[in-house]
T-cell receptor, first 113, second 112 residues
Framework: KNQVEQSPQSLIILEGKNCTLQ??????????LRWYKQDTGRGPVSLTI?????NTKSNGRYTATLDADTKQSSLHITASQLSDSASYIC????????????FGSGTRLSIRP | DGGITQSPKYLFRKEGQNVTLSCEQN?????MYWYRQDPGQGLRLIYY???????QKGDIAEGYSVSREKKESFPLTVTSAQKNPTAFYLC???????????FGPGTRLTVL
């Protein structure tokens, strides 16, 4: 069964600290993996996208890693800010096809001052 | 929200009524999608369209209907047949390759 599992379900950290969110998937055949940020009551916004041959990609303070062998990805946030409070969603595509996209349930991150 | 608009932002419906959610994009994308988001769950695909005048059912199409008469527009109708319609609805669009989707701001539908 094609699944995307994220952990932890929720996380609270202090402003300025780093954190790492995890994504494990069983999707096959793999096409690409994306991380989205979703603010409460808003649509998701893309942070990074990685294909099979890429094992790391950065977007400012966000760094995503991908291990295609173990089917694991992580999103590392450095020097967290209050505006990082959001849900982070891992999305895996089976093929380069619009209908073959599987969403994780997300990690709810709260940054406390 | 990248050139995709959804309206209204909030929508209230009485049981037994049909309602239509609007989605418009100016990104010249061929593909458009509708998702439903419930608390603690991943997004679930309702319908998608890869070209004008054509659309396909997603994983949870029952109780919903769509049309794609124009490239820019992909309205979703929530019919009275949908037994649990209260949810957050997200529209997205992408190129025909579908590598990256751009999402609208969402519509929160509440059934009274």
């Amino acid at each position: 069964k094609n699944q995307v599992e994220q952990s932890p379900q929720s996380l609270i950290i202090l402003e300025g600290k780093n954190c790492t969110l995890q994504c494990n998937y069983t999707v096959s055949p793999f096409s690409n993996l994306r991380w989205y940020k979703q603010d409460t009551g808003r649509g998701p916004v893309s942070l990074t996208i990685m294909t099979f041959s890429e094992n790391t990609k950065s977007n400012g303070r966000y760094t995503a890693t991908l291990d295609a062998d173990t089917k694991q990805s992580s999103l590392h946030i450095t020097a967290s800010q209050l505006s990082d409070s959001a849900s982070y969603i891992c999305v895996v595509s089976r093929e380069s096809s619009a209908s073959k996209i599987i969403f994780g349930s997300g990690t709810r991150l709260s940054i406390r001052p | 929200d990248g050139g995709i608009t959804q309206s209204p932002k909030y929508l209230f419906r009485k049981e037994g009524q049909n309602v239509t959610l609007s989605c418009e994009q100016n990104l010249n994308h061929d593909a458009m999608y509708w998702y439903r988001q419930d608390p603690g769950q991943g997004l679930r695909l309702i319908y998608y369209s890869q070209i004008v005048n054509d659309f396909q059912k997603g994983d949870i199409a029952e109780g919903y209907s769509v049309s794609r008469e124009k490239k820019e527009s992909f309205p979703l109708t929530v019919t009275s047949a949908q037994k649990n319609p209260t949810a957050f609805y997200l529209c997205a669009s992408s190129t025909s390759q579908g590598n990256e989707q751009f999402f609208g701001p969402g519509t929160r539908l509440t059934v009274l």
